[in-house]
């Protein structure tokens, strides 16, 4: 009976394609491959990373980018952040990548370990490159775990149904060296750049990932002189590391420098302006119908857009004035009445301060508008605004347009185009650059630093620092000196490109970036009858707090007279050493008596659990313990 | 004790009622009617010819004494008309009982002699049954009064005061009404004769009915009579409560999104549980269940047990067998015009803040860590006067979006009747459904026309046509209700918002005002449907007595074509300095963007069966031999072009030229199933039942090798009433009968998709192109294409097994004073299809692309129990019957994938607690001190005004470990219903009452102010430094939030008590304006639909399932209606 009825109840997929169709053509395999780009998420997350760094702030409550950046992360609510619950929970998926990686590793492998098996019609030339590619990317991907969770299990069989899941987590090195065969493998079978088209994987992307990647694993995190037994948390220590990154870094500036492949682009903003900049080695390169939503996250509101990240006050600090001087050195020439004026030139370009020319297209066209993040207070004067009094009542312009959709007082320039409209299908066409020259200048001159050769370091800070648009003095410091220019230079030059977060951590500086008082600032227009004051304060970035009972900025007065009132010192002063010296910031007194530092880098016994990323809870109860928890968590 | 208790309690009511018959909860089509035609042709024929004729079409056996009948008796009939009319005619002088499948005929009683007289006499006499058992409680009253009437004692005698030409009528519910001229006697005995029952009414099983009474499976049922009285305008809705043993849950009330959940005996499987629905014999209409309407609905049939094994691979969720009306032969044309005018509001809105609570809430929240106000006293105080309208509302968005009332239509013509060889039901219907939205862009349209005709082409071949073409529109904005829609954003936005200026002009922002209308574009879907059956019934008892073939082809085709246009809107935007209004567009997209779908699908089914049922002597034989194989296709485009110059024209063409704008895309799916399957049936005298169900059915969702699978039934039943040592010791128990059953069913339902499809290829490894990545990127200058691969293959995948007992216990009491079937039930389901992402670490990369595996158990269990009374009072003007129902269900997993918790956290695991059991923390109480947060475990990042959750662990942490299994969830254990109907002169009276218990429904109220709007609830009793005692949690996104931390706080009983339907209708009395011009019947009415809810959930509807108030509301409805009969 099953024999006449075979013909009936036989039925083929017609919304799928079989697997000999796709491992068989070179069309298709392509595509397969093509697919695997997207292991890992591009950074314009809504919860965009910076915001759980000392960069920026992000102004949507009760998501787990708060939760991260408020030190709470844990191995349960890092769950929630990538899988079921609110809407929000996509929003950090650049950091919880776990899962996500191992479904594409999955992928990867299934493809590496199958394609010899079909592919009659794929020529060897090109299943060797489409295989190069992979290589690459699973290296990509690696490299993007142990950066975030230091020794990870190595998968490099694809799994199926009836098999035994008892993976445990390699050790750190071990895992170094499985990316760099990777990487190895991966360079032998891509192409030169010349022979390959924008986007995709040539031999120079495989140098620029080996520079990343021996620079954190030679950084003190994972390379630490002060605990140099290896294991999986960290590698053991050996200064070779730091030879191995100066060597793999000069490999890919040398194709810039000595063979001309790269440059730095003209102009700070080319590098998301202009798909073509000769600065960018590889870049996601968004689609004309699936373009990125950094437009629409970013942007302010009043131009429909959801400022999801403003740019903090520590932020703003860190870029130099004109003169190379921070704003706090004695000479730089920064005035409060305008604190936003006479800085480096990237400040404008990444940031947007009040009264900038902000300017948007709609369907109408193109409009500039200044920008104007004040509250207006009518009839009043700075003495209105006396330390202990109540502030008063003040009248907005435009109360839910401006201010009420901004804490912080800044406003993110970076990645926004205003001649692309701001909308929910943004769609214009724009790279993110994964990697770009300047961040290659800026791993040689760290590597150049930590092997002894400073003036190597010097010039390629100094590149950075010349290029047509910036000019900034020249960096003419040695020592630990030269250190604190390496550490700025990178926060300036890479701000906002998710680098921030893991530089604090691999340089194991971040308890002491990440318990700075968090704050932005507001500007105030006071209006007497006679004239217009405007005037500056430091808020704190918890609420809309137009109403909190903050002071002007620097609020060195207030905090004496805090001190004489409570007999306690102002402890938002925050000590910073800049260039060999010591300062002091004062962040006001908002931040001492009202609230609690909205950032915060915990310390748990002696560990420092935020310097890596917790293992999902559920991934440690399904390993039944072969795979093993971060410390301190 | 208890039982001869029992017993007096029957009999004093039997004391106090006047006439009681068992009443089921419908009228269905009867196998064996005394009411239906046959035609006898006989010239001088015996006796036995004519009695061979009758029985041949009626099937009905004669049963009688050779010495009653005279065998030498020639007689010549030649007439169509009623089994019951011919009988009569051919025995005048006999009494003619039927009963189940027999007619009895025994003497007629000689009529006594006239006297005249007319002064009042006192009358006595006796009422007995048929069979000579004196009645209790038979009214005996004169005709045309309702004055002195006298009540039979417990030796069925009366005594009555007449006048002597007086005619009395005797009336016992069970029995038919008896007349009598008293013509001057003193005594009058009445011989009452049984009334025709449901018991003996036939209930619709898989390919084929069955007599209630020899009935030995589960089978619940309702009727088309009962569902009109639901004023929903969605039929699923109306089941809710009338069917024993099904879980009938209302979770959305959109119109056009509005079908029920339906479960039967509660879910078995962690699959899909949803039950097979087959309209007219065919299935695979599932869809077009909820969209018939109650006038053209003869019959509900619910197969729950092994009975359901005649559907084989697709009846483990047990299977609804849905009956359209038909016309009867030898009947005048009837036409009837319905109309229902209907005013829905939602049944309950959760109630958010005003901008008074809001406001002073965010700020007592704020000073719970310290922070300033956000809202200082100026501020404050504009709220509180609402002085300043512009700057200040205070919006209660769900006024601002929602209509008092809102109306929906129904009307309907149906033309029925036949003639001698054709019988034809013609219906025309109509449905309107407004949205509940001011200026709602929500809108629901359906029109559908039925014709079932029927033609009796020669004496033995029937031949059937039925058509059902239907169009339904539905009409949304581009904003959608559900999933984070209109509700989602109207319950979270702020009231110190607006949706209008003062002036009117609409303000900016997302404003639910806008997103209701029709100003962004809209979102239309035409469903085109049509069903056609083909069938023909051809009698083969020429060649062997009791023979049939039947056959039919159903082909049915489903349209779909939805049209989403989205587009700019205006809107004004106020500057505060200049005090001037400006116009602006808003978008959400930049341009306008158009995407349309095409749907085709065609399902072709074809049914062969062959038929037997004979009784030799008391040896009744029944068999049936199928064969059935249906195939589906569906055809699916898409297009659309995602920007316009211009939303001046809403069509294709009109779209960008640019290619890179293109959004197209289309596949098939195809299905094929082949069955054979058959019954064979045995029963003595209707007193020893027996059946055997079997079916061999294949399915293209499995691997070759797994595709073929044999699913069994058995089941046996005992009619106690029917042995002597009851039906002659304990008279009073006029029907008990004892059924078992046993099945294996099947379920293929494999990795069910989002659109209802079933992901049939998971033995194989396939491969599909993604669109709308977000993370795609270009290589080159041109976009790529992207394939990745699906599921990881599981060539083992096959059927999910469910083995199924069930025990039944039917009986009734003196033909009905008291009714009831009581089962007893059990389902083991295993083979149950998941996946193991529960318990398969993610370094795999498998769990988020793992098959279904054959490997879940789960167990069902529980009880039903129906309960039926039924009372005549006064002279039979008022009527009543009460029908009860009840279950308990309640399933509980023996295996399925799990993740290993360990050891120490037993309290975790899912195994051996019902499906959809979740774990929640466990709220001891509120950190209302700094002592509280010091000592006791915390979550991390707790503050005051934070739960306290229990440390089930005991490790001094609130890990995710410290969450409790929790047995209840929003498919209650426990439903129930109450039907309630009476009559009285030209009124009637309807009344549904219906619950569950045994439920809990988890929320997440709104508690944080940053991103919206407060539960009122939440932000009045919210912890705060000046609220220090209450036992609420803070505001704010804490670690209390119930979207994330799921606690035992939000965990909240969903029992309820719902008047589901009351209607109450009169029947205008028959006048001379009715007669002249042809009026038959008019009934007016007034009905109402969950008119009241008794719930201990007072924010939200206890049906709703939706944690985050985010689903359009069930409905509240008033309905006034008229039906004209012609």
């Given amino acids: 009976m099953a024999s006449c009825t075979n013909d009936f109840l036989d039925k083929t ?17 392509q595509s397969y491959v093509n697919a695997l780009y997207t292991v890992i998420p591009d950074p314009f997350q809504e919860g965009n990373i910076g915001a759980i760094s000392d960069e920026g702030y992000f102004r949507y409550g009760g998501t787990s980018t708060r939760y991260i950046a408020s030190g709470y992360m844990t191995p349960d609510n890092v769950m929630y952040m990538s899988e079921g619950g609110s809407a929000h929970n996509s929003r950090t998926t650049i950091l919880n990548i776990w899962n996500r990686a191992y479904e594409w590793i999955y992928r990867m492998n299934y493809f590496l370990n199958n394609l010899d098996r079909y592919g009659g019609s794929i020529d060897e030339k090109d299943k060797d490159r489409l295989k190069g590619e992979v290589y690459f990317l699973r290296a990509w991907t690696y490299t993007n775990l142990i950066e975030r969770y230091a020794g990870v299990p190595i998968v490099t069989k694809a799994y199926s149904l009836n098999d035994d899941y008892n ?159 921070k704003i706090f050195e004695e000479g730089s020439g920064f005035s409060i009445k305008h604190p936003y004026a006479g800085r480096d030139p990237r400040f404008y370009k990444s940031v947007a301060s009040p009264f900038s020319v902000y300017a948007n297209t709609d369907n109408t066209g193109y409009h500039e508008t200044v920008l104007d993040l004040s509250l207006y207070y009518e009839g009043k004067t700075k003495a209105d605004f006396a330390y202990g009094k109540k502030e008063p009542d003040y009248t907005s312009k435009s109360k839910h347009l401006w201010h009420a959709t901004n804490n912080m007082g800044l406003e993110l320039n970076k990645w926004y185009i ?32 930590n092997v002894g050769k400073e003036d190597l370091c010097r010039e390629y800070l100094n590149k950075v620092r010349s290029r047509s648009d910036v000019m900034m003095p020249e960096v003419t410091e040695s020592g630990e000196s030269l250190w604190d220019r390496v550490v700025n230079e990178r926060r300036v030059e890479l701000a906002f490109e998710a680098f921030r977060y893991f530089d604090v951590r691999r340089w194991k500086t971040a308890p002491f970036y990440e318990n700075v008082p968090f704050a932005g600032m507001r500007t105030m ?109 | 004790m208890r039982n001869s208790s029992m017993v007096h309690y029957f009999l004093s009511i039997r004391g106090i009622v006047m006439a009681i018959v068992l009443m089921m909860l419908a009228t269905v089509a009867r196998a064996q009617d005394p009411g239906q035609t046959i035609t006898v042709k006989a010239e001088n024929a015996t006796v036995k010819e004519v009695l ?45 009982l039927f009963e189940n499948r027999m007619i009895i005929l025994t003497p007629k009683k000689q009529p006594v002699q006239k006297t005249d007289g007319k002064s009042v006499i006192t009358i006595k006499g006796v009422v007995t049954s048929s069979d000579g058992e004196p009645q209790i409680g038979a009214v005996i009253f004169v005709k045309g009064t309702n004055t002195g009437a006298a009540t039979t004692d417990a030796a069925g005698k009366y005594t009555i005061r007449a006048a002597e030409n007086a005619v009395l009528v005797a009336s016992l519910l069970g029995f038919k009404d008896a007349e009598q001229k008293v013509n001057g006697r003193t005594v009058v005995d009445f011989e009452l004769v049984t009334e025709e029952t449901l018991l003996e009414d036939a209930v619709v099983v898989g390919y084929g009915t069955q007599s209630k009474l020899t009935l030995t499976g589960s089978v619940a049922q309702t009727s088309g009579r009962e569902l009109v009285k639901n004023s929903s305008v969605n039929l699923s809705q109306g089941l809710a409560g009338r069917l024993s043993g099904v879980i009938v849950n209302n979770r959305s009330g959109e119109p056009g999104n509005d079908d029920a959940v339906m479960f039967i005996r509660g879910r078995s499987t962690l699959g899909d549980n949803s039950p097979l629905i087959i309209i007219d014999g065919v299935p695979g209409r599932s869809d077009e269940f909820s969209r018939l309407t109650g006038d053209e609905i003869e019959s509900v049939n619910v197969l729950k047990d092994a009975s359901a094994a005649i559907y084989g691979s697709r009846s483990a969720n047990g299977v609804i067998l849905v009956t359209t009306k038909r016309g009867k032969n030898n009947a005048p044309p009837q036409v009837t015009f319905t109309y229902d005018l209907g005013l829905q509001q939602p049944t309950r809105l959760v109630e958010m803040s005003d901008a008074i609570l809001y406001t002073n809430a965010y700020n007592s929240e704020l000073a719970i860590t310290g922070a300033a106000p956000m809202y200082n006293e100026t501020q404050l105080k504009h709220y509180e006067t609402g002085d300043d309208q512009i700057l200040y509302p205070n919006t209660d968005w769900f006024k601002e979006i929602i209509k008092n009332v809102s109306a929906q239509h129904k009307y309907g013509v149906s033309i029925n009747g036949g003639s001698e060889r054709v019988a034809y039901f013609i219906q025309f219907n109509g449905q309107y459904q407004d949205g509940i939205y001011k200026k709602s862009a929500t809108d629901y349209n359906q029109y559908s026309i039925r014709s079932n005709i029927d033609v009796q082409v020669t004496k033995s071949l029937k031949l059937g046509v039925s058509l059902n073409a239907r169009q339904q529109h539905k009409n949304y904005s581009a904003f959608p209700s559900d999933d984070y829609g209109i509700f989602y954003i109207a319950t979270r936005s702020k009231p110190t918002g607006a949706a209008y200026y003062p002036n009117g002009y609409l303000r900016g922002g997302t404003n639910p005002a806008v997103l209701v209308q029709d100003l962004t574009g809209y979102d239309k879907t035409t469903i085109n449907t049509i069903n056609t059956n083909f069938t023909a019934n051809w009698d083969l008892s020429s ?75 008391g040896h009744h034989f029944t068999g049936l031999l199928g064969f059935e194989q249906s195939s589906y296709r569906l055809d699916y485009l898409k297009a659309g072009i995602n920007s316009y110059d211009s939303d001046i024209l809403d069509e294709l063409f009109a779209g960008s030229a640019n290619k890179d704008w293109y959004d197209i895309n289309g596949y098939a799916r195809e299905t094929a199933r082949r069955s054979y399957f058959g019954r064979v049936g045995y029963d003595y005298k209707s007193k020893y039942l027996f059946q055997f169900i079997g079916r061999f059915d294949g399915s293209e969702n499995f691997p070759e090798d797994n595709r073929w699978g044999f699913f069994p039934g058995v089941s046996a039943g005992w009619r106690l009433s029917e042995e002597p040592f009851i039906k002659d010791n304990v008279r009073w128990l006029t029907n008990l009968k004892l059924r078992a059953s046993y099945g294996e069913q099947g379920n293929d339902q494999v990795g069910v998709l989002s659109d209802g499809s079933v992901d049939a290829f998971q033995y194989m490894t396939t491969y599909e192109y993604t669109s709308g990545n977000p993370y795609q990127t270009q290589f080159g200058d041109s976009d790529a294409s992207f394939i990745i691969p699906g599921k990881v293959p599981n060539p083992n995948v096959t059927w999910e097994v469910a083995k199924t007992w069930n025990l039944g216990l039917d009986g009734s009491i003196n033909h009905g004073i008291i009714g009831w079937e009581l089962e007893f039930f059990k389902t083991k389901r295993s083979n149950i299809l998941c996946t193991r992402n529960a318990s398969i670490p993610y370094y795999t990369g498998l769990p988020n692309n793992l098959p279904d595996e054959n490997i879940g158990i789960v167990n069902n269990k529980g009880v039903e129990l129906q309960l039926s009374h039924e009372n005549k009072v006064a002279s039979g003007e008022f009527v009543y019957h009460v029908t009860g129902n009840f279950m308990f269900a309640k399933n509980s997993i023996t295996y399925m994938d799990e993740t290993p918790w360990g050891d120490k956290h037993e309290y975790m695991n899912l195994t051996g607690h019902p499906m959809g059991a979740s774990l929640y923390y466990q709220v001891k109480g509120i950190n209302k001190t700094q002592a509280d947060l010091e000592n006791n475990p915390q979550m991390s990042g707790a503050t005051l005004g934070d739960f306290i959750y229990e440390d089930l662990d005991k490790d001094g942490k609130i890990t995710s470990y410290d969450r409790k299994r929790c047995d209840l969830t929003v498919v209650p254990q426990i439903v129930y219903g109450l039907n309630f109907d009476a009559t009285w002169k030209n009124f009637d009276l309807s009344l549904l009452l219906q619950g569950q218990a045994r439920a809990r429904y988890y929320y997440a109220p709104l508690t944080d102010p940053v991103s919206g709007n407060l539960e009122k609830t939440a932000a009045e009793n919210a912890w705060t430094l000046d609220n220090r005692g209450s036992d609420y949690p803070r505001l704010g996104s804490t670690v209390s939030n119930g979207s994330v ?41 007034l009905a109402g639909y969950n008119l009241l809810t008794i719930s201990g959930l007072k924010n939200v509807d206890p049906e709703t399932s939706d944690e985050s108030y985010q689903t359009y509301p069930q409905m509240r409805i008033f309905n006034a209606g008229v039906k004209l009969t012609f």
């Fill in chain 1, 13 to 29: 997929p017609l919304d799928k394609l079989s697997e000999d169709a796709v491992f068989g053509s070179a069309a298709l395999a």
């Fill in chain 2, 1045 to 1085: 931390n799921r606690s035992s706080f939000y965990y909240r009983n969903a029992a309820f008590l719902r008047l589901k339907n009351l209607e109450l209708g009169y029947t205008i009395p028959q006048n001379i304006l009715f007669t002249k011009i042809g009026v038959k019947n008019l009934r007016v009415y």
């Fill in chain 1, 418 to 449: 205003p001649t692309s409209p701001i909308t929910e299908s943004e769609t214009g066409s724009k790279v993110y650059p994964w990697f770009r020259l300047a961040e290659m200048y800026l791993n040689y001159a760290e590597a150049a630093y």
């Fill in chain 2, 52 to 96: 061979s004729q009758i029985e041949n079409q009626s099937k009905y056996s004669f049963v009688y004494k050779d010495a009653d009948i005279d065998f030498s008796k020639r007689v010549t009939i030649n007439k169509t008309s009623t089994v019951e009319k011919i009988v009569n005619e051919i025995f005048p002088d006999k009494d003619v």
């Fill in chain 1, 525 to 633: 227009i006071l209006q007497s009858t006679s004239a217009t004051d405007t005037v500056y304060r430091v808020v704190r970035p918890y609420d809309e707090t137009k109403n909190s009972t903050c002071y002007y900025w620097p609020t060195s007065d207030a905090s004496k007279a805090y001190k004489e009132a409570n007999g306690e010192d102002v402890t938002t002063l925050f000590t910073y050493k800049w260039l060999g010296k010591e300062y002091q910031v004062d962040y006001g007194d908002c931040c001492l008596n009202m609230c609690p530092t909205q950032k915060h880098f915990p310390k748990v016994g002696d560990e420092y659990p935020n310097y890596l990323m917790p293992i999902p809870a559920n991934e440690i109860t399904k390993s039944k313990g072969t795979i093993v928890q971060n410390p301190g968590y």
């Fill in chain 1, 167 to 325: 993976a445990a987590r390699a050790n750190f090195d071990d895992c170094v060296d499985f990316i760099l065969q990777d990487l190895e493998q991966a360079e032998t079978l891509t192409p030169d750049k010349s022979s390959c088209v924008k986007g995709r994987i040539n031999k120079d992307i495989v140098m620029a990932l080996r520079s990343r990647l021996t620079l954190i694993a030679a950084s003190p995190l994972f390379n630490d002189p002060t605990r140099p037994e290896g294991g999986i948390f960290r590698g053991t220590y050996s200064a070779d590391k730091w030879t191995r990154a100066f060597n793999a870094s000069k490999a890919i500036v040398d194709r810039a420098d000595v063979e001309g492949a790269y440059a730095l682009d003209n102009t700070y903003d080319g590098y998301w302006k202009n798909t073509d900049s000769k600065e960018i080695i590889w870049g996601k390169f968004f689609t004309n119908t699936q373009g990125n939503k950094a437009q629409l996250f970013y942007s302010v509101v009043y131009f429909n857009g959801w400022t999801a990240f403003e740019p903090t006050q520590a932020m703003a600090l860190d870029y130099e004035m004109k003169n190379g001087k």
């Fill in chain 2, 543 to 617: 060649l062997t007595k009791g023979l049939s073939v039947n056959g039919s082809l159903a082909y049915d085709v489903v349209g779909k074509f939805r049209k989403n246009w989205q587009k700019n809107w205006q809107y004004w935007s106020y500057d505060e300095i200049t005090e001037l209004y400006e116009e602006k567009t808003a978008s959400y997209w930049s341009t306008p963007v158009l995407k349309e779908y095409q749907t085709n699908q065609h399902t072709l089914t074809l049914n062969a069966n062959l038929n037997y049922d004979r009784d030799f002597g």
